[in-house]
């Protein structure tokens, strides 16, 4: 078969590896001019490693990317440094990376509520029957198991943070599972970064035959009723394939397939999502001088963002000649003003609360500042959203469809792109 595939992020790519070693023929068409998708990086000259324009790190238990990524003999470059993460408590930040620390966590005191926290944890980390828990909500069920104090301390923020006020409420407890029990504290990372692993990955693909064109947008995808073929509409004309797989989001999906039928398209549309925008910044100093990689912070707190990473408390800063790099950043929804604002203005608004993180630093430690903005970033699952999910065959034969929001019940992320795009993959083939 000629087999198209839309998109060579993490998914595209997965689904291409094992539809070319079945023997097909497999063409991608890529938008953007590097592979890698939401997971790609950028290098200034003078750095040995790019770094992601949106955070990334793996899981120790990321099974199907750490799997792929041994298939392709890349093993020996995958590191897991155990950077050091903190959560934010009346004005100061303490380590939260291990049971022990969280348990040492001031804000739960030393009675009951530590002990439900504790207990809620281990819950979720031993049951495995997410199907129940996507019945009713983080909140409801939080607030019922692990009590009103841990509720409104740990995981309303954290709702919050990622789903706004907006959803916050009405996130299923199955998306709060799925963290709980596939997450780690060892957290990895490929030599040289994200962007190097995924180039590797476009260079094994060509060097089994896969066409990766980059720099071609796919704007329509309908059947020839001549020849019974997909046709996919691309600038450079229109292409013909026995089976297409689309990796984009719902919502584009959408627009690019208008002929799908009423109600998987419906399926799609009603999709929820949230966008992110983040700031990278070089700077001439370390932020922070405990080391810090990862401070969780509540909105509450009232920083101007949600997120601050410092990836060189995770990859030293001698990998970008010197510079130290920060991240910050916040899941927000697309219509949100910091889609609008100009990187000045954005940087007026963050760089304040950065000395609140560091009372020595000054706006002369920047060096140089990039903005990434996406306008999907997270799928929001509400209750019961198993119903929602898009097959992954549509309605159309020889159409699939393989997204972030179809991963569920896991939350987004590189390993599941892997996976679901590989499931694509032995669905396209087996039928
Ligand atoms: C802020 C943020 C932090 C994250 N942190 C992590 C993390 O720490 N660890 C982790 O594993 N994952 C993380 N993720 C999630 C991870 O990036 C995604 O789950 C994964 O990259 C999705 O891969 P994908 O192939 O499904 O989609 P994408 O990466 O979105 O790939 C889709 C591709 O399609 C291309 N495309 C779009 N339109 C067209 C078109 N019309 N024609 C052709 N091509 C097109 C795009 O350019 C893109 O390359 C994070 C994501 C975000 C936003």
Known sequence: ???????????????????????????????????????????????????????????ASDRHMLGIIKEMGLEDKVLFPRPLTVMYHQGKFYPFDSIINALLFPGLG????????????????????????????????????????????MWEPLLVGKFGE??????????????????????????????????????KLHAE????????????????????????????????????LVTLSPGVAAKMVPSLPKEYLEGLLRLKSMGA???????????????YYWYNIPKSAGFPFLAVVEHTNFVAPENFGGDHIVYVGDYLEPDHEYFRLTQDELLDRFLPSLQKLNPRFERDWVKKTWLWRT????????????????????PIEGLYFASMSQ???????????????????KIMVEG
């Open 209 to 244: 035959g896969v066409e990766i064109r980059l720099g071609t947008p796919v704007t329509h995808i309908q059947r020839d009723s001549t020849s019974g073929l997909l046709e996919l509409a691309t600038p450079e004309g229109v292409e013909k394939a026995d089976k297409v």
């Open 375 to 394: 306008a999907y970033a997270q799928p929001v699952p509400l209750v019961n959203h198993s119903q929602n999910i898009p097959a992954i065959a549509t």
């Open 110 to 153: 030393w009675g009951i509520n530590k002990i439900r926290f504790g207990l809620v944890g281990l819950f979720l980390r031993l049951t495995t029957n997410w199907q129940a828990l996507e019945k009713t909500t983080v909140e409801a069920w939080m607030r019922k198991w692990a009590g009103e104090k841990v509720y409104k301390l």
């Open 407 to 425: 991963v569920y019940p896991w939350d987004r992320g590189t390993n599941f792109a892997v996976e679901i795009g590989r499931k694509a993959a």
């Open 166 to 203: 907006k959803y916050a409420k009405q996130v299923n407890m199955a998306w709060m599972w799925a963290r709980m029990h596939a997450r780690t504290t060892r957290l990895g990372t490929f030599e040289g970064g994200f962007q190097a692993f995924a180039d590797q990955f476009a260079e």
């Open 277 to 291: 925008v983040v700031m990278t910044l070089a700077l001439k100093e370390r932020l922070s001088d405990q080391g």
């Open 1 to 59: 078969m000629k087999i198209a595939i839309i998109g060579a992020g993490y998914g595209g790519m997965a689904a291409a590896w094992d539809l070319r070693k079945a023997g097909h023929e497999v063409i991608i068409y890529e938008s953007a001019d590097y592979v890698g998708g939401l997971a790609s990086g950028f290098k200034e000259p003078g750095w040995k490693w790019s770094v992601e324009k949106f955070y990334h790190h793996w899981f």
